[in-house]
């Protein structure tokens, strides 16, 4: 029994540890755009309790608040659980944007933080982040 739950570990996080190259990326002639600022309405998400294999997403929206168009060149997480989508074109000045970030529970078990980092033409880098305390029935860690 020990030897099974350690092999679930490990799978948990061996399978957290993929971080995808360059997801989403765009043409390399957008990255020596001009830059400009955004602003996130919502920089944390927390999903509460959530149950071992649930996908759930959440969408975060930003103004571009610069005076040039702000494009997205990629998103980065810091785990393969993670999943960005976001609009290539570019957001003008004054306008809402979108990423949606979609988060795979399979395989984890208790208190789940995750950054995702947004790699664009603004003049700070810009992170997201998401929390989640996750429920497994085949893991079950003791604090």
Known sequence: MQKFVFSLLCL???ACGQKPA??????KTQQTLIKTTIEFKEKMHNFGSLSAGEIVLI?????????????ID???????CVKASFDKQAVKP????RIEVEFDTSGLVGREYKSI???????ELKHLAIFAEVKNELLDIKN
């Open 12 to 14: 948990s996080l061996f």
């Open 22 to 27: 360059n997801q989403n990326t765009l043409d």
């Open 59 to 71: 969408t975060f929206e930003f103004t571009n608040t610069g005076s040039a168009n702000y494009v």
């Open 74 to 80: 990629n998103i980065n997480s810091d785990c393969g």
């Open 94 to 97: 004054g306008s809402t944007g």
């Open 117 to 123: 980092e947004i790699n664009g033409n603004s003049k």
